[in-house]
C-alpha cells in the first residue's frame, strides 16, 4: 500500500500538481519505507532506462565516437601529459579526462547543490522535460531538502561549459597552442597541423573529431550549434538536438544540418559528406537541398551545386555534341572502355546526343572492369538520359525488349541488360534483365517498372541494386512503382504486384569478364535491326553500387544541364 | 545494439583472439556484441545519458587498451563488465569528493536506484525493454512515446489529450510500472532459458 501511495505522490511531483503536505508525505514515505523508496526507485530505473533509449547515441555513433577518441588518445598521449603537467592549472585535479569541462562545473557548484544534483535532473525533467531551448526548471519537485524557487542548484546556477576541448595535439585556438579541457567560445578559430587530431565536445555529448590540416571555426554554440569547416576534415557524432535547433556545419560550398547523426564533412575543392547513422540535410550555395541517409554520400562541387556522383562510374558516356563514330569512356575509375559505333550509315550527331536507329555501339574491348567491379561489390546501377523515339514505341511488338545498354554476349546471354518494353508491355515499360546466381543466363525473371514511363520526350531512367538483392527503377529521379515478370510468354500469370520495390535474389557473381558492353542494339550483327532501341542517347552511366534517391536526382538534373 | 549477442561462444573466442592480433574488424564487432549490456548497465546507474555513453566508451577504451592482459580463454564480456563497474565507481567517487550530507533524501533515494538495478541482474536492459515498449498500446503507448521520445512535456500531452497533467503523470507512472514488470518477468525467462 505505501509503495502504491509513494507512486501516486510521485505522479503529482511529476506534473508539479504536489502540494506541500503531499511533498511532506512523499518525503516521508521515501526515507522510512523502504517498500515505498524501493518502488520509486523502480520507477526512477525505467525512466533513466526510457530517457537513455530515446536519447543516447545510436550503435554506430557510439563506436564512431569511440574510435576518435581511442585515435585521439594514441595520438597525443604522453606530449599531451607533459605539457598538461607544465602549463596546465588544473593539471593536479584528480583524471578528469574528457570530463573536464563537466568536472569544473561540479566542483564549482556548491555542496548543498551537489546534495541534491543526484536525483534533481531526472525530476526535474519531468516537470519541465526538454524544454528544447537550453532552459532549465527552477521549480523543485524533489522532497529532498526545503527549497524555494530561488534555491540554487545544479541546474540553474552552475557555468556549465557548453563546449570543451577532450583531445587535441598538434592543435592552436587562435594561433595559441590549445589543450585538452580548454573551454570554447564563438567566433574563436581552431586550427589542426599536419599530423595533429583535435576532439570537441558539447555539453549535451556531441562530439566533432577533427583530423590533421584542419581550419574550424565556432560560429555559434547555443542556442543551435553552429561550426564553419574551411578546410580539412571533422567526423561528427550527434546526439538529438532541440527542435529549431539543429547542428550546423557551414563549407564554403554550402551546409550540411544534423538534426542527430553521425556523419564525416571534408573540404577540399568540394564538399564532401559520408553517413553513418541518421540523416543529413545539405543545402549548396543555390539553396537546392538534399537530404542523404545512413550510408549515402554526397558532395557539393565547387560551384555550389550538390554535385552529382559521376566521378564513381565505372562506365561514363556523354553523347552531347559528340562526333565521330567512337564515343570515350569519361569515367575515372581503370582504363576507358571506349564505345564504337556499329553498322552506321552518317551518325546523327546533335548537340543534345546522338541519334540512333537500325545500329548500336560496342565497347572496344571486354568490358571486364563493369564486371570485376559489380562482382565485387554485389550491387549495381545503370543510368540512362535518353529520348525515345516514337518509332520505339511503335515498333514490332515481338521484339522486345529494346537495348538500350548491357553487358552482353549474345541474343541469350548477358550479365544486365537496361531494355524498353517486355510482353506485358511491349513499349512502355522499362525493364531490367539481371544475371544473379539464381537468374537464368539471359537475365530472368526481369525487373520491370509497373507503369509505362517511356514517353517521347527526354527523360531519364535509372536501375539499381543493394548488396540485399532490393531493386528499385527511377524515373527523372523519382522511384516509380516495380514488379517481378517471372514468365513473358504469359502476359498475365507470370507478373507480380507493383511495390516499391522487390527483391533480386540470388548474388551478383561469375559475370563473364569477356563480355562487351553494347548501346542501342544487340552485339551480334545479325541481331541489328531486330531489338535495336530507336532514339536519342544523351548519357549513360554504369555504377557499381546502388546509388541513393539524392544521388539520382542529382544526376536527373545534371542531364538536364 | 539490438540483438548483437546473437553469436556463438567459439564466435567470440575466435574474434578474441583476432582482436588480440591486431585485426581491427574483431575488436569492433567485439564491440558491437558487447556495448549493449555495458551501457545498460551504465545507463540505468546514472541519471545523465551523456554521462553513460562517456563511461561506457571510457570503459571500451580501457578494454581495448589492456586488450593483450586479457585471458582469451575466459568469456569477455564480464571483464568488459568489470572495467565498466571500476569506471562507473571511479565516477562516482570523483563526483562525491565534495563533502555531502549523508542524511540526504536523495543520495539514499539513489543508492535504492543502483540496489535495484543489481537485482534485475546483468542483461541487455535496453533490449529488454524494446520489446516490452511493444506491449504498450493506445493511450499509453501515445503517452510514452510523446514524453520520452518526442520530448513532449507532460502539460503538453496533457493540452493535446484533453486531460490533466496529473492524469498524465499517473498514465506514465503505471506505464513504467508496466515495463518494470515486463522487464523482470523478461528477465526470469531469460534465466530459465539459459539455465
Given at each position: 500500500m505505501s509503495s502504491q501511495r509513494a507512486l501516486e505522490l510521485k505522479a503529482l511531483a511529476d506534473s508539479g500538481d504536489i502540494d506541500d503536505a503531499q511533498r511532506s508525505e512523499l518525503e516521508r514515505l521515501l526515507r522510512d519505507d523502504a517498500e515505498a523508496r524501493a518502488a520509486v526507485a523502480d520507477d526512477l530505473l525505467v525512466d533513466r532506462l526510457l530517457r537513455y533509449r530515446a536519447e543516447s547515441l545510436t550503435g554506430d555513433a557510439f563506436l564512431i565516437g569511440l574510435q576518435a577518441r581511442r585515435a585521439a588518445e594514441r595520438s597525443s598521449t604522453s606530449f599531451i601529459r607533459a605539457v598538461r603537467a607544465q602549463a596546465?592549472?588544473?593539471?593536479?585535479?584528480?583524471?578528469?579526462?574528457?570530463?573536464r569541462g563537466r568536472w569544473l562545473a561540479l566542483a564549482a557548484s556548491a555542496a548543498a547543490a551537489l546534495a541534491v544534483a543526484v536525483i534533481l535532473p531526472e525530476w526535474s525533467r519531468s516537470v519541465d522535460?526538454?524544454?528544447?531551448?537550453?532552459a532549465v526548471a527552477t521549480?523543485?519537485?524533489?522532497?529532498?531538502?526545503?527549497?524555494?524557487?530561488?534555491t540554487p542548484t545544479i541546474l540553474n546556477v552552475t557555468p556549465i561549459a557548453e563546449l570543451t576541448v577532450a583531445t587535441a595535439s598538434g592543435t592552436t585556438l587562435d594561433g595559441v597552442p590549445l589543450r585538452p579541457g580548454a573551454i570554447l567560445a564563438a567566433d574563436m578559430l581552431l586550427a589542426v597541423a599536419e599530423g595533429g587530431g583535435a576532439t570537441l565536445r558539447f555539453a549535451d555529448g556531441t562530439t566533432t573529431a577533427c583530423s590533421e590540416s584542419t581550419q574550424l571555426r565556432i560560429?555559434?554554440?547555443?542556442?543551435g550549434k553552429s561550426l564553419r569547416l574551411e578546410s580539412g576534415s571533422c567526423a561528427c557524432a550527434v546526439r538529438p538536438q532541440p527542435a529549431g535547433h539543429p547542428l550546423v556545419i557551414r563549407t564554403p560550398h554550402g551546409s550540411v544540418t544534423a538534426i542527430g547523426t553521425s556523419f564525416t564533412v571534408s573540404v577540399g575543392a568540394s564538399t564532401r559528406v559520408s553517413v553513418a547513422a541518421g540523416v543529413v540535410r545539405l543545402r549548396d550555395a543555390i539553396g537546392t537541398e538534399q537530404e542523404v541517409a545512413a550510408g549515402g554520400t554526397a558532395e557539393i562541387g565547387a560551384i555550389g551545386a550538390l554535385a552529382p556522383?559521376?566521378?564513381?562510374?565505372?562506365v561514363l558516356y556523354d553523347f552531347r555534341g559528340g562526333t565521330g563514330d567512337r564515343v570515350a569512356d569519361?569515367?575515372?575509375?581503370?582504363?576507358p572502355l571506349d564505345l564504337r559505333l556499329v553498322d552506321v550509315g552518317a551518325p546523327a550527331w546533335t548537340a543534345a546526343g546522338l541519334a540512333i536507329g537500325m545500329h548500336g555501339l560496342v565497347s572496344e574491348t571486354p568490358a571486364r572492369k563493369v564486371a570485376e567491379a559489380c562482382c565485387a561489390s554485389g550491387e549495381l546501377t545503370v543510368f540512362a538520359s535518353l529520348s525515345p523515339d516514337p518509332a520505339t514505341l511503335a515498333s514490332?511488338?515481338?521484339?522486345?525488349?529494346?537495348?538500350?545498354?548491357g553487358l552482353t554476349?549474345?541474343?541469350?546471354?548477358?550479365?544486365f541488360l537496361l531494355g524498353q518494353g517486355n510482353?506485358?508491355?511491349?513499349?512502355?515499360v522499362f525493364d531490367m534483365r539481371l544475371r544473379t546466381?539464381?537468374?537464368?543466363?539471359?537475365?530472368?525473371?526481369s525487373v520491370s517498372t509497373a507503369?509505362?514511363?517511356?514517353?517521347p520526350r527526354r527523360l531519364s531512367v535509372a536501375y539499381t541494386r543493394d548488396g540485399d538483392g532490393r531493386s528499385h527503377f527511377y524515373v527523372d529521379g523519382e522511384r516509380v512503382d516495380v514488379r517481378i515478370?517471372?514468365?513473358?510468354?504469359?502476359p498475365t500469370a507470370g507478373r507480380s504486384d507493383p511495390a516499391a520495390s522487390v527483391t533480386t535474389v540470388g548474388?551478383?557473381?561469375?559475370?563473364?569478364?569477356?563480355m562487351l558492353l553494347t548501346v542501342g542494339?544487340?552485339?551480334d550483327a545479325d541481331a541489328h535491326g531486330q531489338r535495336s532501341w530507336i532514339g536519342t542517347l544523351h548519357v549513360i552511366a554504369v555504377f557499381d553500387r546502388s546509388l541513393t534517391p539524392a544521388e539520382l536526382q542529382t544526376l536527373h538534373r545534371e542531364r538536364l544541364r | 545494439m539490438e540483438g548483437e549477442r546473437a553469436v556463438t561462444d567459439v564466435d567470440e573466442f575466435d574474434l578474441v583472439a583476432r582482436a588480440k592480433a591486431g585485426e581491427s574488424a574483431a575488436l569492433d564487432a567485439l564491440i558491437r556484441l558487447h556495448q549493449g549490456p555495458a551501457r545498460a548497465f551504465l545507463a540505468a546507474r546514472l541519471h545523465d545519458v551523456s554521462m553513460a555513453d562517456d563511461l561506457a566508451q571510457d570503459a571500451f577504451v580501457i578494454a581495448c587498451a589492456r586488450l593483450?592482459?586479457?585471458?582469451?580463454?575466459?568469456?569477455f564480456y564480464p571483464w568488459v563488465h568489470g572495467i565498466a563497474h571500476n569506471v562507473l565507481r571511479h565516477h562516482l567517487r570523483t563526483r562525491r569528493a565534495v563533502p555531502t550530507d549523508p542524511h540526504d533524501l536523495a543520495a539514499l533515494l539513489d543508492q535504492t536506484v543502483h540496489e535495484r538495478a543489481d537485482r534485475l541482474?546483468?542483461?541487455d536492459h535496453l533490449d529488454l525493454l524494446r520489446h516490452c515498449l511493444e506491449g504498450l498500446a493506445g493511450t499509453t503507448a501515445e503517452t510514452v512515446r510523446a514524453h520520452y521520445?518526442?520530448?513532449?512535456s507532460l502539460s503538453d500531452i496533457a493540452e493535446v489529450q484533453g486531460r490533466s497533467a496529473k492524469a498524465v503523470g499517473v498514465m506514465l507512472v503505471r506505464a513504467r510500472k508496466f515495463l518494470h514488470d515486463c522487464l523482470l518477468a523478461r528477465i526470469q525467462g531469460h534465466g530459465e532459458a539459459t539455465a
Open positions: 596546465d592549472p588544473h593539471h593536479a585535479r584528480p583524471a578528469p579526462r574528457r570530463f522535460p526538454r524544454s528544447g531551448d537550453g521549480t523543485p519537485t524533489v522532497p529532498t531538502v526545503p527549497m524555494t524557487p530561488s560560429e555559434r554554440i547555443a542556442p556522383p559521376w566521378d564513381r562510374a565505372v569519361q569515367s575515372t575509375r581503370g582504363e514490332d511488338p515481338k521484339d522486345y525488349p529494346k537495348r538500350i545498354v554476349g549474345d541474343l541469350s546471354t548477358r550479365s510482353f506485358a508491355d511491349p513499349t512502355g546466381s539464381a537468374n537464368t543466363d539471359r537475365g530472368k525473371p507503369e509505362a514511363h517511356a514517353q515478370v517471372w514468365d513473358d510468354s504469359d548474388r551478383i557473381a561469375d559475370w563473364d569478364r569477356d542494339a544487340e552485339r | 593483450d592482459s586479457f585471458d582469451p580463454s575466459l568469456p541482474g546483468d542483461h521520445f518526442e520530448a513532449r
